[in-house]
């Protein structure tokens, strides 16, 4: 029998669930126990190590189903047992509308298309510049090109933990610098949901006068797959992608995902992350409720999502953890397969700020708190309730008075 690539994705898909009727664990212990301590310790209940952390002291393993986590814990310098189950990270938002050019899209605003009117709010077709094509209504919000002869984000490494990348994309192939895939480390990071690249087109699309532009135009990106075609993933292909971009000495992480619990061994992932310098932000969530974790814990940035009238999406989380609001609804960006497609969520509304926190950073913000700072600073209230808005909508041009380049 032939096996082709999609036949291959549902192979792994299945044999992840086997793995997970099997308990699968991430196991944190005491610093001073050591590697190959933790691998016989393992062994010892008939268990077998999948993958070791290092920025958290932990592993993952799988053991015979009838193997209790009050054994485990019995093991020496074991201080946390997590589940690692597999769940679905995106949640479901508004339908893609995808277009394989921008040109079309100016179309159908010139016919009044419902779908797509607030995708890029410009005037009547014959009187759209280059320039003003060129950049969705949400970039134009949060004021972007206010800063772009000052900074591009030169120089600011990216890494969008999501589905992947389509690092092929014409509007990021000249941004992207490389990546990484948690759930099969020799395969490259491509994406094969879409979610991702519309993620990584709102940060940092090129700015050519074609397309879509992004926030932060000259910023590297990064693409670490952690999500299948799904959107779904385990807790340790999470935890996998933070600690690549803390390897690979990225400054900001941008993570339009979540999960509506807490998992220790993720929280610790977060932590250690901050505390190696590296930005942090995170889509509030799109339950209408609470804020979804990982934009919950305190080292995230969460960002809820706004329409194109400043007033928040009915379908946004919100809560005291909320730091900023930008734009989230109806957002056009670039998409998998070369094309270009609207989305609506939190999850768009992060990378909006991603793109500032890069800009910020290509000014001077070298820490998380002083990114986050710089952006509070910038921010102003756009009159809606604090745990809705946090600090408020982000305007770029009010950057350039509080750093330099």
């Known amino acids: 029998m032939k096996i082709t690539p999609s036949l291959l994705a549902i192979l792994i898909i299945f044999s992840g669930s086997l793995i997970a009727s099997a308990a699968q664990k991430i196991i944190s212990f005491q610093l001073v126990v050591s590697a190959a301590e933790r691998g016989r310790s393992v062994e010892s209940l008939s268990g077998k190590v999948l993958q070791e952390f290092h920025i958290i002291n932990a592993l ?15 093991l020496g310098g074991v201080v946390r ?5 597999y769940l679905k990270w995106i949640e479901e938002a508004p339908p893609v509308l995808l277009l394989s050019s921008v040109d079309p899209a100016l179309k159908l605003i010139a016919m009044g298309d419902p779908g797509i009117s607030e995708t890029i709010p410009v005037p009547s077709l014959p009187n759209i ?22 900074t ?3 120089g600011i490494k990216v890494a969008v933990i999501d589905t992947g990348m389509d690092y092929s994309h014409p509007d990021l192939q000249d941004n992207y610098a490389g990546g990484f895939n948690a759930i099969i480390s020799t395969a490259p990071p491509l994406d094969d949901h879409g979610h991702g690249t519309h993620v990584a087109g709102t940060i940092a699309a090129v700015r050519d006068f074609k397309g ?16 299948d075609n799904t959107g779904s993933g385990y807790i340790s292909w999470i935890i996998s992608g933070i600690e690549w971009a803390v390897d690979n000495n990225m400054d900001l992480i941008n993570m339009s995902l979540g999960a ?3 998992v220790d061994s993720l ?12 930005t942090i932000i995170c889509a509030a969530g799109n339950t209408a409720g609470s804020v979804i974790y990982p934009a919950k814990y305190p080292e995230a940035i969460a960002v809820s999502a706004s329409d194109s009238s400043d007033k928040i999406a009915s379908f946004s989380s919100r809560g005291p953890e909320i730091d900023f609001i930008a734009p989230g609804v109806s957002v056009y960006s670039t998409y998998y397969g070369s094309s270009y497609g609207t989305m609506s969520g939190t999850s768009m509304a992060a990378p909006h700020v991603a793109g500032l926190a890069s800009l910020a950073a290509s000014l001077g913000a070298d820490t998380p708190d002083k990114v986050k700072e710089a952006l509070t600073k910038a921010a102003a209230s756009v009159n ?11 305007n770029a041009g009010k950057l350039i008075n509080n750093l330099r380049p």
């Open 60 to 74: 993952v393993a799988v053991f015979p189903d009838n193997v209790k986590d009050s054994q485990i814990y019995s």
């Open 81 to 85: 047992v997590d589940e690692d189950k």
């Open 129 to 150: 510049s280059d320039e003003d094509k060129e950049i969705p209504w949400g970039v134009k919000r949060v004021n972007a090109s206010v800063v772009w002869p000052n």
């Open 152 to 154: 591009m984000g030169v």
């Open 212 to 227: 879509v532009v992004g926030v932060a135009p000259k910023a590297r990106l990064y693409g670490v797959k952690v999500l």
């Open 260 to 262: 509506s619990y807490s």
């Open 267 to 278: 929280a610790q992932a977060v932590t250690a992350a901050y505390k190696k310098g590296v």
């Open 384 to 394: 809606l309730k604090p745990d809705e808005e946090g600090a408020g909508l982000i």
